[in-house]
């Protein structure tokens, strides 16, 4: 029976070779291999017991006390009746039982779990089946000791192959999104999971970048986590190490979001970037115990590679991003600078404007005394009505931003008392005003607005003030314009009165033609 242990290294091979090689020494109705697994015992395979019911996997805890004595004297236990013992841990399905012989399998002077063996039949099992089974059975343990090494080993192995071919793949994708969402699934591959997520740091929140196994209702990507709302996700940032919660069920602080009520493993690793935590990868499992020690290892492994192939995205798409952006401003200023028409500067300025940033609608207003006159308007209801609307320039938001000479954000416009509702602006929500600045004085501003919250950043504000400053120069050059083309009409005019007074004496018809060049003059 011995000679049978050498012949497999296959973990699952090897159980069945031990279950069949005990047969040949102790005679059995059923039997079974339980395996310590941290302060459990778990079955982890078994010969003729009932079909109905799934025994492999159960697991309980494993209580020392209760079996002191078979574990320090290296020797198996014989209960004759279980009916009559409360020793025997009774499982649902096995009421057939009645004899039972449990056998320590000691290797390094290190317990690691118990062979069980049953029998229909009372007082069936006796010394000489301890005897032989003992021997055995410690021959098993070495058995399976040597098995989980080169399981062990085969697994880093694997997984060292797998977490290079991870990053390959990852650095393969040109855009964050793509690199997260790959890195993600293959990290839930690896280290199988019903569901996780990278999550970003982003101020005093993180944002749901990639999501895998989680319904929208539970988590949409984009969504922002208030750090204080989750402790767990907190100190993972804070502290920069892995956090494991072998049983939610047990942890206070532990979030339950709707839609991963099941959840009852979670890991949490931190991705950490030039000593500084950028994010994190959470992993649940709906199995508790379910995430073991290589697990976590393997995991924090992925994130260490995963925090610099983010940031390299990062990087790159923030470069492709600055490169786009300032292209858009060369094309915008050009665009409305080569304009030398006042009214199609106005319009050219607005139309530009969603190129650089977005918005559901925009206004630009000039100052005119104490007053300001939205010169044009674009997104709004009725555009035309809009145009040449009046309003006080005593309007504390616009004097703010002219005191100040820098954009103003509002993250809800709704709930600041300072917004009027000029020109049906009842749905406008995020909101920035953007000065027009020529030779350092003010001529007016740029209102921009969205409908949704908190839309504006300080990003976008740079981006707008830089266009406001070409759109204010365009407009000065064209208010120049026309104020040239307007002086050479008048010249002209006088020009030609001069010349019909020198060639005519008839006072009559030199009064009609001051008249006629004088209305020309006004129309102009």
């Known amino acids: 029976a011995t000679a049978a242990l050498t012949t497999s290294i296959e973990l699952e091979e090897l159980y069945n070779i031990i279950l069949d090689s005990m047969l040949k020494l102790a005679p059995y109705d059923s039997a079974s291999i339980e395996l310590v697994n941290q302060e459990y015992l778990e079955i982890v395979a078994e010969n003729n017991l009932p079909k109905d019911h799934q ?34 841990e009774k499982f ?32 069936f099992f006796n010394q000489d089946h301890a005897a032989l089974v003992q021997t055995f059975g410690n021959q098993a343990a070495t058995a399976i000791e040597n098995a989980r090494l080169f399981a062990k080993e085969h697994t880093q ?44 740091l982003e101020g005093d929140n993180l944002r749901i970048a990639a999501k895998i196994g989680i319904a929208s209702k539970a988590l949409s990507i984009g969504e922002l986590l208030p750090l204080e709302d989750f402790p767990l996700n907190k100190n993972t940032i804070k502290e920069k190490g892995s956090i494991y919660i072998s049983d939610t069920t047990k942890n206070k602080e532990y979030v339950k979001l709707s839609g991963l009520e099941q959840v009852r493993s979670f890991l949490s690793v931190p991705l950490v970037y030039k000593n500084n935590a950028i994010g994190l990868i959470t992993l649940d499992s709906q199995d508790t115990d379910h995430f073991t020690e290589q697990d976590i290892d393997l995991t924090f492994a992925i994130a260490q590679h995963a925090a610099i192939t983010i940031e390299n995205a990062r990087l790159f798409e923030s470069e492709q991003r600055r490169h786009r952006e300032s292209e858009t401003l060369r094309q915008t200023a050009e665009t409305i600078t080569s304009l030398l028409d006042i009214r199609q500067v106005l319009n050219a300025i607005l139309s530009n404007l969603s190129q650089v940033v977005p918005f559901d609608s925009a206004a630009l207003f000039l100052i005119e005394g104490d007053m300001v006159r939205i010169m044009a308007g674009i997104g709004f209801p009725d555009n035309k009505n809009v145009v040449d609307t009046i309003f006080p320039a005593s309007n504390a938001l616009l004097q703010e931003v002219w005191k100040t000479g820098k954009p103003l954000i509002l993250e809800d416009a709704q709930a600041d008392s300072r917004f009027e509702k000029w020109a049906a602006a009842d749905q406008v929500r995020g909101w920035m005003g953007v000065p027009l600045v020529v030779r350092g004085e003010m001529i007016g501003c740029i209102t921009i607005d969205s409908y949704e919250l908190g839309t504006y950043n300080q990003h976008d504000a740079s981006l707008a003030t830089t266009f406001a400053h070409q759109a204010a120069v365009a407009l000065e050059n064209a208010r120049l314009f026309e104020r040239g083309e307007q002086q050479i009409h008048q010249l002209t005019v006088l020009r030609d ?28």
Request: charged content about 25%; hydrophobic content about 45%.
């Open 55 to 88: 025994f492999i996997g159960k697991k309980y805890v494993y209580n020392s006390k209760k079996w002191k004595k078979m574990v320090s004297e290296r020797w198996p236990l014989i209960i004759p009746d279980i009916q009559k013992d409360d020793l025997f």
């Open 92 to 123: 649902e399905g096995t009421e057939y039982i009645r004899s039972w012989m449990g056998v320590p399998m000691i290797t390094q002077d290190r317990l690691i779990g118990f062979l069980n063996l049953d029998s229909r039949e009372v007082n």
């Open 157 to 200: 192995r694997c997984r060292n192959a797998a977490l290079l071919d991870l990053m390959r793949v990852a650095a393969s994708s040109l855009t964050l999104e793509d690199v997260m969402q790959t890195i993600l699934e293959r990290t839930s591959e690896l280290v199988p999971s019903t569901s996780g997520t990278i999550q970003l």
């Open 497 to 524: 009165i001069d010349s019909a007074i020198s060639s005519s004496f008839d006072l009559r018809v030199v009064l009609n033609l001051l008249l006629e060049q004088s209305v020309k003059v006004l129309e102009a």
